[in-house]
Every structure is written in structure tokens, then in C-alpha cells.
T-cell receptor, first 115, second 114 residues
């Protein structure tokens, strides 16, 4: 158990819908990262937050957005869902000290299926 | 832009054999990470290599880092079935504006056959 929690574990929805994925980092970790993992694209970095502020952006679609709240939990919002958005979405956290990403600890993931 | 390449991407080996997975990266970095992922599961941190020449070992796995060659290796000794998993390497990347992220390789899917 990494100490990172994600909800829900599974999500089935229809095209065009909007969903919210939630992540709670390990106690003491200030950085939260979101990744998308699919069979054809591999592990893709989406976005990072550090202590409430966006710090790094990766291959995140405009239909996707995220935020980190004062209690450090984070939410990833996916809207206008398409079939191709079906994937495993991971959240990871790290201490986030300057100069190094440090070891990232991954949550169990949310498996999203868009029908 | 930092690129991380692993090879092989697929590896099928027999129990008891030795093999090495390679991880090359394109720009200077002093930190490299190895992760393991079982099918349908999350990623688990295996090793953090923090400097040139660093070597870490746990059980049948040994990882090393050569920052001058921009190369890390993950050596498997006397493989057993329980090592079957996908192994990822990842490298620190400083993005524009000074923010930092990890860049992952595509992963090496290891299958150990009896």
C-alpha cells in the first residue's frame, strides 16, 4: 500500500459525459501527478500540482482539467468523453522538494470505460 | 525534450536464466527510477539511483546508473516466475519554467517461463 488513495476504482460512462476522479496523496506529500495509461499510448504524464498550484503540464487534452485543494487532495475532471479516453488513470504523489522530482508513489488507479 | 528508451520492450525468459534490461535517456540527468507494474495493478517503486556509478540491489534485481553514457541497466539474476511484470524506468526532467516531472520509458514486459 503506497498511501495514495484514488476513487472510484472503476467508472463506466457514456460518450459525451463528464466524470471526476479523486486522489488523496500520502501524508506529507505536496506534489500530485496525474497519468493516463492505455495499451496503445503507454504511460502518459498529464499534469502536476504542487501545494495547490499547477507546476507542470504534459499531454493533457483541453477537455481535461485538474485542481489541487487546500487539503492537498486533487481532482481530475474529464469532460465530453470519447471512446479513446478509456484508460487507467493513476495519481501519484511525492514530497516535491526543489531540485528533484523524488520517488513518486502511485495510487491504485481508476479504470475508466467509456461506452 | 527528454526521451527515455527501454529495450527490449518484450522479454520472455526461462526460470534460472540471467538477463539485462536497458534504459537510455537523451539529456543529462542525475536521477533515475525503476518501477514495477503487475498486470492491472499500480506502479511500485523499486530503485532510485541518485548519482553516477550508483548500484542498488534487492533480491534478484540489480540496477545501475552511468550518467556519462546516459544509461541504466536492470539486471535479473536467476529469474523466477514471480518476477514476471512490466518494468519501467523514469528520469527527472526539468521543464520550461523550472518545473520538474518524470519521463517514463515505454516499459519492458517480462515473462518468466518455468
Amino acid at each position: 500500500d503506497s498511501g495514495v488513495t484514488q476513487t472510484p476504482k472503476h467508472l463506466i460512462t457514456a460518450t459525451g459525459q463528464r466524470v471526476t476522479l479523486r486522489c488523496s496523496p500520502r501524508s506529507g506529500d505536496l506534489s500530485v501527478y496525474w497519468y493516463q495509461q492505455s495499451l496503445d499510448q503507454g504511460l502518459q504524464f498529464l499534469i502536476q500540482y504542487y501545494n495547490g498550484e499547477e507546476r507542470a503540464k504534459g499531454n493533457i487534452l483541453e477537455r481535461f482539467s485538474a485542481q489541487q485543494f487546500p487539503d492537498l487532495h486533487s481532482e481530475l475532471n474529464l469532460s465530453s468523453l470519447e471512446l479513446g479516453d478509456s484508460a487507467l488513470y493513476f495519481c501519484a504523489s511525492s514530497v516535491g522538494t526543489s531540485g528533484s522530482v523524488g520517488t513518486q508513489y502511485f495510487g491504485p488507479g481508476t479504470r475508466l470505460l467509456v461506452l | 525534450e527528454l526521451k527515455v528508451e527501454q529495450n527490449p520492450l518484450f522479454l520472455s525468459m526461462q526460470e534460472g536464466k540471467n538477463y539485462t534490461i536497458y534504459c537510455n535517456y537523451s539529456t543529462t540527468s542525475d536521477r533515475l527510477y525503476w518501477y514495477r507494474q503487475d498486470p492491472g495493478k499500480s506502479l511500485e517503486s523499486l530503485f532510485v539511483l541518485l548519482s553516477n556509478g550508483a548500484v542498488k540491489q534487492e533480491g534478484r534485481l540489480m540496477a545501475s546508473l552511468d550518467t556519462k553514457a546516459r544509461l541504466s541497466t536492470l539486471h535479473i539474476t536467476a529469474a523466477v516466475h514471480d518476477l514476471s511484470a512490466t518494468y519501467f524506468c523514469a528520469v527527472d526532467s526539468i521543464t520550461q519554467g523550472g518545473s520538474e516531472k518524470l519521463v517514463f520509458g515505454k516499459g519492458t514486459k517480462l515473462t518468466v517461463n518455468p
